[in-house]
């Protein structure tokens, strides 16, 4: 593999939507409140040309095979924005690639001036689960923000102040 990250460009909607709803369709978690329905899943280019948002693409040879990015979800705290949409193609995983993904978002909302880092994920998605514990994000019970997840029952939070 031949691993190059980029940011999102406006060919990238098609392709990012079809790998995104193929891991909710892999892990059988293709239900209303998640991504998977979500309108926005369609125009990632667009959603991530605002402000404080950033979307990193992981591609093998022109391919994509991953990606991730911050968002500055309305109706989350001062200060904190969501890391999101962190999806790899099975062939993809295990490599540090999502990883990689993630440190540069992490990297990115510290440039952005953020001091938290929120997110939204489900048990069926366990290792990437395992990978932000690692990573420093902790458990918490309550929702913030409103994503429109409302079937993401796990909520995770990172202080970016280090």
Not at 73 to 100: F, H, M, N, Q, S
Not at 125 to 132: E, I, N, P, Q, R
């Amino acid at each position: 593999m031949e691993i190059a990250y980029r940011l999102i460009a406006p060919n990238d909607n098609i392709p990012l939507a079809t790998l995104i709803r193929s891991v909710f369709r892999e892990f059988e978690i293709d239900q209303p409140g998640t991504v998977y329905t979500d309108p926005t899943t369609d125009h990632l280019f667009e959603l991530f040309s605002i402000p404080k948002s950033i979307y990193w693409v992981a591609e093998d040879s022109g391919t994509i095979i991953g990606g991730c990015g911050i968002y500055p979800t309305d109706g989350l705290p001062e200060g904190c924005a969501e890391l999101v949409k962190l999806y790899l193609l099975p062939e993809a995983r295990g490599k540090g690639i999502g990883l990689t993904l993630m440190q540069k978002s992490i990297t990115a909302a510290i440039t952005f001036g953020f001091t938290q880092l929120y997110l939204e994920s489900l048990p069926e998605l366990g290792k990437a689960v395992s990978m932000y514990e690692k990573a420093g994000f902790r458990h918490i019970g309550e929702p913030l923000g409103n994503s429109g997840h409302f079937a993401c029952n796990i909520r995770m939070i990172k202080d970016l102040r280090q």
